[in-house]
């Protein structure tokens, strides 16, 4: 069911308290190195203040502990980068329920913008806590959720602040729109075939999403270390790579239940020396076959083959984790050619976000897939087929 959007919300001479995922990267000099969660915000940020909104923005930004060190959790960056792409004045509070925070947004006026400080600094964000949410809810005549990022948590400023809001509108920013549009309603209705390609580390954070994905998709790629996990539960030898030998059960499992859906890797591009990567030897060895002394790095030559085929002809395509270490040359070749033949397909694409969105960007694909998800988390949270309560309680069209 469609969720009512802030475009469809009378917000002339009304504060709104929009939920964003200001939670960016910032280099040691506090310098954002990638301020996309803040460019995606900009439609519905826009949409209020074009309209002659009063917007007051809410958002974390990584995990403050309460003790020293804190400062640089500040969401001062984002609140300039956002003036800077606005191109007009943000007003920054420096508490989030305190007396700047309530005399700015009181002062704010029509087509204003007010960034408040890290919800997280306040304790009773992470614990949901209703008296804190209370005092956000107050400023407020509307509340806008905009934070995909952050729709897989159950923080008070995603779910006990509208619960607070109730009766008043309460609905979705055109981010969280479009990312429910590709993860959840493209996926539940796919185009066939639909292939799902699933790398990174661990078999551990992917469980829940095989599982979901196995009853949905016509073909799964399997890369990245987590190949070497299912390589072990096949009775190959993964020399040094990195595994999960308490999950080797649960990937025989996954592979009894595939219904030959699961595909591996058939050879592994493997070196001798992570911390040399583009130095160290360099081979390519068949899967289930590396040697001691050796670790697989990459999926390998014969296997980006074979996964670009499946995926040339595949009309759904969503990705989560890359194939190999794609930070690292020469082991950045397996996740390129899958990101090349995911271009190449007509497919809608769906990349997950996190390290998969780093390595479209890096790669230099970003703009010849479909969508690029903000979400880490939320985008596999969303892909295991899970309920967002904190979308859930938002207003329907
Ligand atoms: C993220 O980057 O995953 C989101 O901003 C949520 O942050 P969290 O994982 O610290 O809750
Ligand atoms: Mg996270």
Redesign the pocket.
């Known amino acids: 069911m469609a969720k009512k959007t802030i475009d469809q919300t009378e917000v002339q001479g009304k504060t709104v308290l929009m939920r964003v995922?200001f939670?960016v990267p910032l280099d040691e000099n506090l310098a954002i190195t990638d301020d996309r969660r803040i460019r995606m915000a900009l439609p519905s940020i826009k949409s209020v203040v074009d309209r002659g909104g009063k917007l007051i923005l809410m958002s974390?930004l990584?995990?403050p502990t309460g003790g020293e060190g804190d400062e640089k959790f500040s969401l001062q960056p984002a609140a300039t980068r956002l003036g800077e792409l606005l191109g007009s004045t943000v007003h920054f509070a420096s508490d989030t329920v305190g007396d700047d925070a309530k005399a700015k947004a009181a002062a704010l006026g029509e087509g204003e913008v007010l960034v408040l400080e890290n919800l997280r600094f306040n304790p009773g964000e992470k614990k949901g806590d209703a008296e804190f949410a209370g005092k956000l809810a107050a400023m407020a005549d509307v509340y806008c959720n905009d934070a995909f990022?952050?729709c897989h948590?159950k923080d008070a400023s995603m779910v006990a602040v509208p619960e607070a809001m109730s009766g008043k509108p309460r609905v979705v920013g055109h981010l969280v729109a479009k990312e429910i549009a590709y993860l959840s309603d493209a996926i539940s209705t796919p185009a066939r075939p639909f292939v799902a390609i699933l790398g990174g580390a661990k078999v551990s954070d992917k469980i829940n999403v095989i599982n979901n994905l196995l009853g949905i998709c016509d073909a799964i790629l399997i890369g990245g270390a987590m190949a070497y996990t299912f390589s072990l539960a096949q009775g190959g030898k993964v020399g040094n790579s990195l595994v999960e030998k308490d999950k080797v059960d649960l990937a025989k499992e996954l592979l009894a239940k595939s219904d030959g859906k699961l595909h591996l890797p058939s050879d592994t591009h493997c070196g001798d020396d992570f911390g040399n990567i583009a130095g160290c030897n360099k081979v390519v060895v068949k899967a289930g076959e590396i040697p001691d002394g050796m670790e697989g790095l990459d999926i390998g030559p014969e296997t980006a083959k074979s996964y670009g085929d499946i995926i040339k002809g595949a009309k759904t395509v969503v990705w989560n984790g890359p194939m190999g270490v794609f930070e690292k040359p020469p082991m950045d070749e397996g996740t390129k050619a899958v990101a090349q033949a995911v271009a190449d397909s007509d497919a809608t694409s769906i990349i997950g976000g996190g390290d998969s969105a780093a390595a479209v960007e890096q790669l230099g694909f970003a703009e010849q897939v479909s969508h690029v998800s903000t979400?880490?988390?939320?985008s596999l949270a969303m892909l295991e087929g899970q309920a967002f309560a904190a979308v859930d309680l938002l207003d329907e069209a």
């Not at 979400?375 to 939320?378: C, Q, R, S, T, W």
């Open positions: 995922d939670n974390h990584g995990r990022g952050t948590r979400g880490g988390g939320a």
